[in-house]
């Protein structure tokens, strides 16, 4: 399929609807649900919003549009769309303000189903394939006064040269390949955004080039599964041109490592099966790729894992730890466990808090599980009540949180590189920054810091932040 000409079949929609809105002062709202794969579409809606001539307001109450990009990988995101689906309500009727939702959750047909029964008023359904198509679905619902539908189950190809509107002026995400092959039994993300494929290297590369101009300091490159960036391309014999050396995860580091002005890579999230050792390597030998790495482990027990279809065991994983810590100095690690996974026994999750312990993670994502319609982990019959859950749960945060408290202590007094993000949103008399292994630190400086990385000696720790000085 020839993208480019899509791409420029929706531009022409952009620059009907920027016609149609000139001199009305149009507001959209938009709300974010899920992960940083999200955040970058968000930020893709958000430029082409922009370029229609809409500004972004905060206020639901003040738009002309009411944008949602949903996430499904939990069930709470669910009840937070509804609840606000059910505040919308009246707005619609008072105002007729444009509602369109988008992203994961539309690619499963019994949401969008409760949608058109419960909430007839929607305008825009779209899923993840199609949406590069928001300015045409946008242009048809407001011209044609129609419902739109705009859903389908085929991967989407990659579009290239999409408008964005990036929230930060220092940070940006990269997104280097969609869709996730890996169907962890837990897990809706394969159902709702396709099979793995890479974006070619070319692009990422030029779009890495891109924001160096600009001025970005810090780069965050996205997948599901980054260390497998190109894989299946290989597999298939599906051509891709090498670009700059790049013809692999570890060769992506490496490239985007020389380009002038980036002083920050970071990525998620990598596999721990394909953690192979030229990543490793790469990471080492990189000085701009930051040595907190993000190594999903989802439980420390090996039958919970093989039940998962994680394709590692327990003293596979911390194998894998014990090599990269050995390979490169300075790492620090941070993870994602779910806790009440089917048929998870006592002792079983007795493993999890091992490793936990073992590892000492910098920063622990934990989950409790949610039963994902679909996914083999719903139909497994040993499903664990709700309360040997949150108990579980319980447990595992009071063990992260002391890591965390006497993993804090050690940064007391030493000095810590820290790029400068802005001010600080609880005291805008401070500033604020992050550490290469991403901990928050607030010190006082002048605003001429920011974008810059500065060297800050840390006088005191706080649970979800540190509290630095400018060193010298
Ligand atoms: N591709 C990434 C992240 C996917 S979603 C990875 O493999 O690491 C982010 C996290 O949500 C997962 O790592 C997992 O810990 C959690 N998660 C996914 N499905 C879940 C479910 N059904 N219930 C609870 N947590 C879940
Ligand atoms: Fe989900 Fe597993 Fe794919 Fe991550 S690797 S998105 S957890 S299926
Ligand atoms: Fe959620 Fe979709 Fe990301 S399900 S976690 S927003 S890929």
Known sequence: MDTTNEVKVQEEYIVKLKEINEGKKLKYNILTMGCQLNENDSEKLCGMLEKMGYTRTDDVKNSDIALFNTCCVRENAEDKLFGKLGELKRLKEEKGLIVAIGGCMMQEKHITDKIKESYPFVDILFGTHTLHRFPEDLYRAIEEKRKIEDVIDVDGEIYEGLPIKRDSKIKASVTIMNGCNNFCTYCIVPYVRGRERSRNPRSIIEEVKHLSEFGYKEITLLGQNVNSYLRVEKEKNNPFEEYEGVNSFATLLRAINKIDGIERIRFVSPHPKDFTDDVIDAISDCEKVCKLIHLPLQSGNTKVLKEMNRKYSKEQYLELVDKMKKEIPNLTLSTDIIVGFPGETDEEFEDTLDVARKVKFEQVYMFIYSRRVGTPGDRMPNQVPEEIKHKRFDRLKELVESQIEANNQ?????????????????????????????????????KNLIGKIVSLKIVSEHMWYLKGEIDG
């Open 410 to 446: 050690k940064y007391v007094g030493t000095v810590q590189k820290v790029l400068v993000e802005g001010e600080s949103k609880n005291n805008p008399n401070m500033l604020t920054g992050r550490t290469d292994s991403n901990k928050v630190v607030i010190f006082e400086g002048n």
